[in-house]
Each structure stands twice: as structure tokens, then as C-alpha cells.
């Protein structure tokens, strides 16, 4: 048995897949937020055979926007303590008078230097005084440090010092990053930022995992990158950074490979869940960006290009003071959860206003295992109506007129965020077709495929768990980087002998972790730039390379200047070793298609007003039926809501294709 495991804020989901039967298997548990592994454990209490882990957790995210990491210092070259603090004295509200940025996560007096230097060249210049380290580490313990961060100048040339403090400070106890083994990458600042980040989150991971490796019982455990592959835990308790967005990236791999399935290749995804929102674009193959930012701290790895807001089913709705209705970005989690979850919760949420509006059926959440408390719901809604003086609308109740208006809110939030990805970047959203999938995606999909004009939805029959899907689905990948500072008429030949132990590492690590050889594939860029520009292009390594980079600027900026001398930067090696995905199973079309029958008449609310519109059972929808809209298909991890003049189809794989009216 493999299974895929996703904690996410307010529910944790499960994915078995039986490799002797080729079955899968789904249910969901809600997510205990003070202790994630607590809904893991009970979770897996149910699997009674041997099984594998494929597993995303918020662990590491949480640590470090919740500033709850290790107790961790930095050590660095003498003169360049404050680096960390000075940043790039980049403005991220540039007209906000008072603006602030957040506090570094190593503190003034935790951040030491130590004599050394190496030149740009990658010469020592003044070697490493020895003597210094044993002080550091009387220090070190004064003030309680566990986890320590070595950033020393251009280290990423010439590790040798960084290796010496670090193989000391390891016999001494402590838990150390340094950033020659994290990113040998030039860019101070950020090289030391993603360094400390891992030294303040890993031990958290560390602990984390090494109990869920202990109490699962597992025979493999593995946990998804932010690049969507997979790796050991043992990496992952080393350099915890890389698994910092593991949870969203398992969702697009998932709606990747199953839109592909499909026959739809170029996707805008869509993951609604219980706490936020994440979208990405994929023109045929999944975009990863080199560096991303998580609470205003910058970081240099591989991730999937994904944008992240604040809107999920928890989010709370509430009246600012200017009596504006606003909605989230917090949200009431899983603990207490929306108002309706009856567990404490009395602020309304997105999911109680879907309750209210009759979109959301109260006696069948989660396939029945839970019921919604629809009267408590109502109160809260109702309340919220009070406090924004509002009047009951079109023959609606004050609960249903508010509840409307915060679909039409967090509708506007989550249409912005599919903007920034699409049309802010050059992509026409008609070209597309979204693939929603999360708890509370289907809910909102079709409405917002409306607006963008984006022609047809695809809603796969694992939607509320495909992330934990996609984790299954996930390769083993791992990339590397190298500072190389060359000029851009640096022969070929030349060029590949500088990749030789990038690529003898890179080959070696991924059979380490059980991959058959013939199915590892290397992929090989370049960092590239004109002469005096600040920042790169990732180009194929190729005999062309030169004229690849010229056409690859041209199409991102507009312009390009073939005449002008170039640089290459760094070399990038991405290691791809292939496992074994679950099959998805196709059906045939049945012979008797008869149109299908809903289980239920029930009133809901549409934007024209009230409507008594059919429910269906997904479960029980066949390949080659048609449903037009409006409707309501109630899912055992979804439910999904087809609007007036929308129509939808079930594949052969069992996926709801929504074309939009």
C-alpha cells in the first residue's frame, strides 16, 4: 500500500493506492494544528498492511511564519554580520512612510564573525583562526543556542572554512546549515537568508518526522520537495528548506498528471482549501522559479511558481471599520473551524456562507460523516448582517443576502490571484483550462472560469484530495547549483567539464535513493546574462546556448542584443529519477446511458435568486452523462456547484469537465 498524506490548515488528507489491486482508497481527517502528527497517527490506524509514505506537511512553513523555529546564530566573515539585516534595502511598499521589515530570524546578538577571508577568486587570503571556534562554542551555549547558520564570503568557491566550523560545531552537538552544502550560489544576501531559514526550520522538521518515522510504522517514507519531487526523510530533516511549499506543490504535480491523462495540457490550477488559496500556470510543463519569498525572507531555491492568497472555506468574514465587508485572510482553521463545524467556532466563514446559501448540503459533509449545524450558522451570518446594516435582498434572508455578498468577496480575492498568473504574465485565460481541486474549490471554479472567460473546468473525482494524489505521482528530484562567473564564449566542451561533478553527484544521489539507473534522466541550464545586467535567464546547455539566450530574452523582455557580450552565471542540474505512478483506471461508456437521476430537489441560492435545482450523487454518475446546470454534485471530499447555463460531463476516467456558459 502507497499513501499520500497532505496536512493542510484544516483538514489532513489521505490517498491509498493498493499496488495489487490497482485501487485507491481517500478519506480525511481533520488537521490538529498544535501537534500535525496527531491527525497522521490516527489517520493510519486505519491501514491494517505494509505501506509506504509519500508525504507534504506545513511543518516548516508554519515554523517560520509563526517565528516559531529553533533557537538559532549565525556565523559569518568578519565585517558582514549585519548583511542578514541590511538585506537589499529593497522597499516592498515603496510610498508607505512607515513601512517595516520583518525582524531578521537571527537576532543582533547571535549573529558572530569569524577571521577569514577569500577573495573573489576563491583564494584564502587570510586563513581561518582556529583558535576562535572553541570560544564560539562556550558562547554558543550561553545562550541556548541548538541550530546554527554558517555563511562565510564566497564560500561557494572555496568551502574549505565553512567545512571546518561546521564538521567542529557537528562533534559539539549542534544542528548545523552551512551554505556551501544549501546553495553554492553567489548573492550574499540571499545565500545567507536560505541558510539561516534551514538552520531555524530543520530542527523543527527534524523532530517532526524522526517521531512520525518512529510511531507510523512505515517501510519507506518519503517527503515532496517544493520542486514536486520527493526525497528521503533523512534529507528532509537536513535541509527542511527544500519542503517549505511541499504541500501546494504536490497539488499541481496531481493536476498535472491528471489533466494530462485527460487530454488538456496547458492549466491554470486551482487548490482552494480550508485556510488559502493556491494557483499556477502550466503551458505544458509545470514553471519552477529559482527563488520565492515566504514572510518577507527571501530564499534561493527551487520551487513551483505558485501564488499563494489567504481565501479557503475557513476564511472569516467580517465588517472593517469603514463598514465594508472584507474577507480573510484569517481564517478559523481547523480548531474551531467555520461556525457550522459546531466546535467553537463564532466568527462565519466562506463555508458556512456556502451552507446557508444551500450550495453546501448540511446532511452530507464529507459523505455523511459529518453534519453541519446549519442554525448556528445562520445566527453568526445573520449577526454579521446586523453589524453592515444590512436589508434582506430579493426575497432572501439576511443570513443568504450576507452570505452572498462573501461569496462575491472571496470570489473577487481568488479572481485576482488566477490574474497575477495568467494575464499580468502575457497568458490569455482562454487559452486555458482551470483544473479545480481542494475541499472547497468546486464550489467557486465554474463562477470564476466566468469571469476569466476561461472556457471549460476540469474537476478531477479526487478533487478534495488531490494533493495527497499528486505526491504519489511524484518523481524523485533533485537540483544543484554552481557559482561559475564565465564569459558567455566559453567553449562547449569546456562547459560540460565543468558540469562533470555536478552531474557524478547528482547521478549518484538519486540511485541512493533506490531509483533504477536507466530511468535517470539529467537536464542541464545555464544562468545566463548580457554583460552589466543584474539578473539571469535560465538557458538549455546546448552547442547554441549563446543564440538560445538571445531568443529567450527576446521573448521575456522584448527586446534583445545579439551583439552585446554575455556572462554565464551559474550552471543549474536538474536530476529527474522516474518511480512508479498509480494508473488511473478508464472506464467504458455503459451501454444503458440513461440520463442520470439526482437524488434530491433542494432551494439554493444563485446570483438571479432562488432556485430549486437537482443534487446528484458523483458516485454515481457514468461515463458519457451529461447535467445541465444549475446543479449540485455532492462528492465524498467535495461538492461542486454547476451554474445556470453551464454543462457538465464525466470523462472515462471519472473527471467532471465543466463546460462554461
Sequence with gaps: MRLGIDIGGTFTDFVCFDEATGNFHTFKRLSSPQTPE????????????????????????????ERKGAITALITTQGFRDVLEIGRQNRPDIYDLVSKRPSPLVPSHLRFEMTERVNHHGEPIVPLDMTQIEDLIKQLHVHDVTSVAICLLFSFLY????????????????????????????????????????????PVMDSYLKHLESESGAIDFRVIQSNGGSIHTQQARREAIRCILS????????????????????????????????????DGEIRISSETEIGGHPMRIPVIDIHTIGSGGGSIAYIDAGGALRVGPESAGANPGPVCYAQGGTQPTVTDSNLILGRLPADRFLGGQMTLDMSAAENALTK????????????????????????????????????????QQGHNPRDFTLVSFGGAGGLHAADLARTLAIPCVLIPPSAGVLSALGMLTADVIKDYVQTVMLPGETPFTELETYFMPLKEQGRADVIAEGVDPSVVTLQLLLDMR????????????????????????????????????????????????????????????????????????????????????PFYDGQTLSHGQEIQGACIIIQT???????????????????????VG
Excluded: W
Excluded at 556551501?180 to 540571499?190: A, C, K, Q, S, V
Excluded at 462575491?408 to 494575464?423: F, K, P, T, W, Y
Design 637 to 659: 471530499d467535495t461538492t461542486i456547484f454547476i451554474g445556470e447555463g453551464d454543462k457538465l460531463k464525466v470523462d472515462k476516467f471519472g473527471n467532471f469537465v465543466i463546460d
Design 247 to 282: 504541500g501546494p506543490a504536490g497539488g499541481v504535480v496531481g493536476a498535472k498528471y491528471v489533466a494530462e491523462i485527460a487530454g488538456f495540457k496547458r492549466l491554470i490550477t486551482f487548490d482552494m482549501g480550508g485556510t488559502s488559496s493556491d494557483v499556477s500556470l502550466c
Design 530 to 613: 548580457l554583460h552589466g545586467q543584474s539578473y539571469e535567464l535560465s538557458v538549455p546547455f546546448s552547442q547554441t546556448y549563446n543564440d538560445d539566450f538571445h531568443a529567450i530574452h527576446a521573448e521575456n523582455y522584448g527586446y534583445n542584443r545579439p551583439n552585446k557580450p554575455t556572462e554565464i552565471v551559474n550552471l543549474r542540474l536538474r536530476v529527474v529519477g522516474e518511480l512508479p505512478r498509480p494508473t488511473l483506471k478508464a472506464k467504458p461508456i455503459p451501454i444503458d446511458l440513461s440520463q442520470p437521476i439526482p437524488f434530491d430537489h433542494r432551494q439554493i441560492v444563485l446570483a438571479t435568486g432562488l432556485a430549486n435545482v
Design 38 to 65: 496527531k491527525a497522521v497517527l490516527d489517520g493510519l490506524k486505519q491501514i491494517h498492511v505494509p505501506f509506504q509514505i509519500v508525504h507534504g506537511s506545513t511543518v516548516s512553513t508554519n515554523a517560520l511564519l
Design 384 to 423: 454579521l448582517a446586523q453589524q453592515a446594516n444590512l436589508s434582506p435582498h430579493d426575497g432572501l434572508s439576511l443570513a443568504q443576502t450576507v452570505a452572498l455578498g462573501v461569496i462575491q468577496v472571496v470570489n473577487g480575492h481568488m479572481e485576482r490571484a488566477l490574474r497575477v498568473i495568467s494575464i
Design 159 to 202: 568551502p574549505h572554512h565553512e567545512n571546518v566550523i561546521a564538521e567542529r560545531l557537528r562533534q559539539a552537538g549542534f544542528f548545523v546549515s552551512a551554505s556551501n552544502e544549501i546553495l553554492p550560489e553567489y548573492r550574499e544576501y540571499e545565500r545567507m537568508s536560505t541558510t539561516v531559514i534551514n538552520a531555524y526550520i530543520s
